[in-house]
């Protein structure tokens, strides 16, 4: 089975904190993705990234950074956290050998910037 | 751009059929997705279906597309309580990305 772990479930954070986001999976994906999910939006993509080392941005890349030194991992980082970026953050990752586009999705973060 | 566009709610009663569809604009869309998302949990693919196909039955799941009109729907058959979710509709041209819709809540009563 594949796995996508999220570093927290959580998180509480006030504003201007830099803020990191963690992913793991365990299936030797190339592929991996960023995602904020809010009420009436659907999921927006942030960043993703084909091969460590690279990123491409998504839809809403304003006011996030990501960082991918390892296949497995792939971190999302809010430099100067804002009110405005309390939602849910959904890491995903998708095997490009297979199917296309069928993306495995972590539980999670829900982050909360006070 | 792409866009994906679903039903923001359904409601059913336990044992009953449930529908639920989406409209995507992309006519380069090569494979359409399903996924669940039960409440405080990640998205979870239920089925995919290739746009060379027109029906895949999975179950107590069918998916039926009609590429013509750009069409998918998702049809649960015998819907529990347990089936109770966000469900989102994706499509992908193959290349790279989904373009998700917003979801659609199912509320299944007993």
């Known amino acids: 089975d594949v796995k996508v772990t999220q570093s927290s479930r959580y998180l509480v954070k006030r504003t201007g904190e830099k803020v990191f986001l963690e992913c793991v999976q365990d299936?030797?994906?190339?592929?991996m993705f960023w995602y904020r999910q809010d009420p009436g939006l659907g999921l927006r993509l942030i960043y993703f990234?084909?091969?460590?080392?690279?990123?491409e941005k998504g839809d809403i890349p304003e006011g996030y950074s990501v960082s991918r030194e390892k296949k497995e991992r792939f971190s999302l980082i809010l430099e100067s956290a804002s009110t405005n970026q309390t939602s849910m953050y959904l890491c995903?990752?998708?095997?490009?050998?297979?199917?296309?586009?069928?993306?495995?999705f972590g539980p999670g973060t829900r982050l909360l910037v006070l | 751009g792409e866009d994906v566009e679903q039903s923001l709610f359904l409601s059913v009663r336990e044992g009953d059929s449930s529908v639920i569809n989406c409209t995507y604009t992309?006519?380069?869309?090569?494979?359409l997705y399903w996924y669940k998302q039960e409440p405080g949990a990640g998205l979870q693919l239920l089925t995919y279906?290739?746009?060379?196909?027109d029906m895949k039955q999975d179950q107590r799941l069918t998916v039926l597309l009609n590429k013509k009109d750009k069409h998918l729907s998702l049809r649960i058959a015998d819907t529990q309580t347990g089936d109770s979710a966000i469900y989102f509709c994706?499509?992908?041209?193959?290349?790279?990305?989904?373009?998700f819709g917003k979801g659609t809540m199912l509320l299944v009563s007993p």
């Open positions: 995903a990752s998708e095997d490009n050998r297979g199917a296309s586009g069928t993306q495995y």
């Open positions: 299936m030797d994906h190339e592929n």
């Open positions: 990234s084909y091969d460590v080392k690279m990123k």
């Open positions: 992309d006519s380069s869309s090569t494979y």
């Open positions: 279906i290739f746009s060379n196909m």
């Open positions: 994706a499509e992908s041209s193959g290349y790279s990305t989904l373009t």
